[in-house]
């Protein structure tokens, strides 16, 4: 990366900081806005889940067993897990996963069960 692609991307990252508020409370040494934006970011009874207690499924795709991805998915996790939520993640990058070849056996199966029914 040169002097120049560096610059633009710091200079974006700094700026996003400072527009998000973060940065601002930073350098204000404000305090208190930074306590009430942090009380107003967390859960409020009655959001997404409109108080229900929801069953989530957690896809990670990631090779990299301790890698960021499996990071952030853990904390969330914990997070759902806090709010009462029931959670199951599923690693694709470690299970035994072939795609669809087209063989029917779904059809089959369907079958089997409907004569076994009638009989």
Known sequence: MDRREFLKVTGAGAL????SGC???????????????AQSAEAKPGGVSQGKKL?????????HRNGT????ADKFIEGAKASGHEVFRFNAAFEDIHPCCGCDAWAERNREQKNVATV
Request: aromatic share 4%; net charge positive.
């Open 23 to 37: 940065g601002i409370n930073a350098v204000s040494g404000d305090k208190k806005a930074g306590a009430a934006a």
């Open 55 to 63: 069953k989530i499924v957690v896809l990670c795709g990631s090779p």
């Open 16 to 19: 996003t900081l400072f527009l």
């Open 69 to 72: 991805s499996a990071l952030l």
